[in-house]
Structure formats: C-alpha cells, structure tokens
C-alpha cells in the first residue's frame, strides 16, 4: 500500500513497486484514509511519506505508531522530502525497515526490502530515451 499525498510520488512507487512483483492494494493521501484502508486490508508493506496535510488529528508518526500496535506483521518504509535525523531515529527505532529521502534511490529501497520479502523481483531500471 502506498500513502503519499502527492500523485506524481504515487505513480512512480506504484509503478517500480509493480515491476519487483509487488502487488498495490490501494493508495491513500492521507493517514486518517490510510489507517482504515491498513485495517481492512492488512497490506504486507506500507510506503509511508512524512510530509502530508494532517487529518483528523493524525499524522504520518501517529499511523505509524497505531498500526504497529494494532497489526505488528506491517511492515513499514518511510519515504520523505524532509529527512531529519531524529526523525529517521525514532521509525527505525520502532519497527520501519527503512528510511529514504525523495528522490528515492529506489535499488537501495529493493535492498531493504529484500531482507524481509526475499521473493521480489530483481530491479531493472528502464533504458534511457534518446
């Protein structure tokens, strides 16, 4: 599952995700939508962005912290513009299998990834236009 509130950020996990062999069970823009989509659909991996309006009292730490409580088997990577250490420290330290500053690196995502899902795809990124 993917939850970003920018729809560019969407497509581009949507698509690289789909090419390792994951399969998106849904998309939300914010974390109040994300929280009841995570509940009635248990995804194996949430691509969580920090950075998005808040809703109904909820931020991205908020979900995250939630959802870990309440469906631990969750696996979460964080995704963001805005990469501050203590930030990065307090996922980490609390179950995300990872951090990653937009623009993604998107082999080091796969890495990561592969610890905990070893059946996905190698990534191949696609050739150059010219």
Request: aromatic share 10%.
């Amino acid at each position: 599952m993917i939850v970003d509130d920018e729809p560019t950020a969407r497509m581009i996990l949507r698509r690289r995700l789909a090419v390792i062999g994951c399969d998106i069970v849904g998309e939300a823009t914010n974390s109040y939508a994300a929280a009841e989509m995570i509940n009635q659909m248990v995804p194996d991996l949430v691509t969580l962005d920090l950075q998005m309006p808040e809703f109904s009292g909820m931020d991205s730490y908020e979900l995250f912290r939630k959802i870990r409580q309440v469906r631990p088997a969750v696996e979460f990577v964080v995704i963001s513009g805005a990469c501050y250490l203590q930030n990065r420290q307090d996922f980490m330290r609390n179950g995300a299998i990872g951090y990653f500053a937009k623009p993604i690196d998107f082999s080091g995502l796969l890495s990561d990834l592969r610890y905990i899902f070893p059946e996905l795809q190698p990534y191949r990124p696609p050739a150059a236009i010219l």
